[in-house]
């Protein structure tokens, strides 16, 4: 795929325009037409994109993308999400800037870490985590009062051809389930 431009990205001024935002009303009839014409545009593109599956089954499976994508509205892929039983975490800006005050931290991914870095200081851990030494602590005593760490029930993801199908009955606005 080396030096292949996708529609959504050679055509950006389609795919990120203010009326395929989900929470846009048109103003005028006019762009009520524009809205559609865009919308049919969009949906065309992404039809004939050979990674179309690929990025319809990341934004229904790893991001909570705003706007147009893979076919879909934002309120169509929650709704996918609905039917497939998929929950996303929406981005951790605070991460990225550096904010951490008042925020609970994942035990069983400290002590993954833990277990995984047994020789690195946990001053180390703490810094990758984002939080203090003494709340890796506190967490890895927490987790050992606790007997150890139970095994995560692992949830089966969908396919990408069991997602596309759900996409496609959220588009013809049908109510049937995907089969798991």
Known sequence: MTGMTTACVAYANVFLHPLLDDGTSPASR????????????AEKMCAGC???AKCLTDAI????VAG?????TKRQRQEI???LGIT??????DTFAGVNSGRQFDRYEIHRMRAANPDQPLSVIAAKVGCSVSTVKRHLRRIEAEGGVPRPIEKKSPTPAQIVAV???VRRGTRRVAAA
């Open 61 to 64: 499976v790893k991001f909570d």
């Open 81 to 83: 999400r609905a039917r």
């Open 30 to 41: 006019g762009e009520r037409r524009e809205q559609q014409m865009l919308r049919t545009q």
């Open 88 to 93: 996303v975490a929406p981005e951790d800006f």
């Open 167 to 169: 996409a496609e009955d």
């Open 50 to 52: 050979p990674l179309m």
């Open 68 to 72: 147009f994508v893979a076919g879909t």
